[in-house]
């Protein structure tokens, strides 16, 4: 029996960050902690702990050593992993619910 993954309202934040990318690039792509922080909302200065405790929950994953469209070295980055884009998902469709029944009232 697996242990339910349980997320702060940081981690749901950062999470939400990097699943946007997995969304659109699946696992090609890895972002900055530059980027999580804008997306997020977050400051840069929490990001980083944030993004490294999703980690390691196994949601998100480092990768070093990328390239860019161009083949030059693009560094580093950190990228949402299919369990996280689950958890990601199911997170996702219960705002979505809790919206709709919000109206409902």
Not at 15 to 38: K, N, Q, R
Not at 95 to 104: G, Y
């Amino acid at each position: 029996m697996s242990k339910e993954i349980t997320v702060s309202e940081r981690e749901e934040m950062a999470l939400m960050a990097l699943y946007e990318t997995y969304e659109d690039y699946g696992d090609e792509l890895c972002i900055y902690f530059s980027v999580v922080a804008e997306r997020s909302g977050l400051p840069l200065n929490k990001v980083r702990r944030t993004v490294r405790a999703l980690a390691r929950k196994e949601l998100a994953i480092y990768q070093r050593g990328l390239f860019d469209d161009d083949g030059m070295v693009a560094g580093s980055g950190y990228r949402c992993t299919e369990k996280g884009a689950d958890l990601a998902v199911k997170i996702k469709e219960a705002k979505q619910e809790k919206q709709s029944q919000k109206k409902m009232l």
